[in-house]
């Protein structure tokens, strides 16, 4: 059973920064894909950043690109997603998720789900 629990969420001004970490426990770190999904309210979730098990391959949703980085520690099992020049429009719900195979973008692709940590952007 994989267990992932994120940290790291909270509140910062448009233009901040925050860190998001996850650690994960009970898998082999490396056969998995590793993701970020965020859920507005009144909003569905979407995928945010997805990394494939090498770690070699990443993905990010257009709204994201050149603002958020997703990366893995395999030492630590743990992933980051590192949010700069956040937006109001940021603001959401973000959980970490662990893909079923080595890569994945979309909901079903993901098995494992932390409990979510709430980032909210003022203008």
């Known amino acids: 059973q994989v267990r992932l629990v994120e940290s790291g969420g909270g509140s910062v001004q448009a233009g901040g920064s925050l860190r998001l970490s996850c650690a994960a426990s009970?898998?082999?770190?490396?056969?998995?894909?590793m993701g970020w999904f965020r859920q507005a309210p009144g909003k569905e979730r979407e995928s945010v950043a997805v990394?494939?098990?090498?770690?070699?391959?990443?993905y990010y949703v257009d709204s994201v690109k050149g603002r958020f980085t997703i990366s893995i520690d395999n030492a630590k099992n743990t992933v980051y997603l590192q949010m700069n020049s956040l937006k109001p429009e940021d603001t959401a719900v973000y959980y970490c998720?662990?893909?079923?195979?080595?890569?994945?973008?979309?909901?079903?692709?993901?098995?494992?789900w932390g409990q979510g940590t709430q980032v909210t952007v003022s203008s």
């Open positions: 009970g898998r082999t770190f490396r056969q998995n894909a």
């Open positions: 998720a662990s893909a079923v195979g080595v890569w994945g973008r979309r909901e079903a692709d993901f098995g494992s």
């Open positions: 990394i494939s098990a090498s770690g070699k391959t990443t």
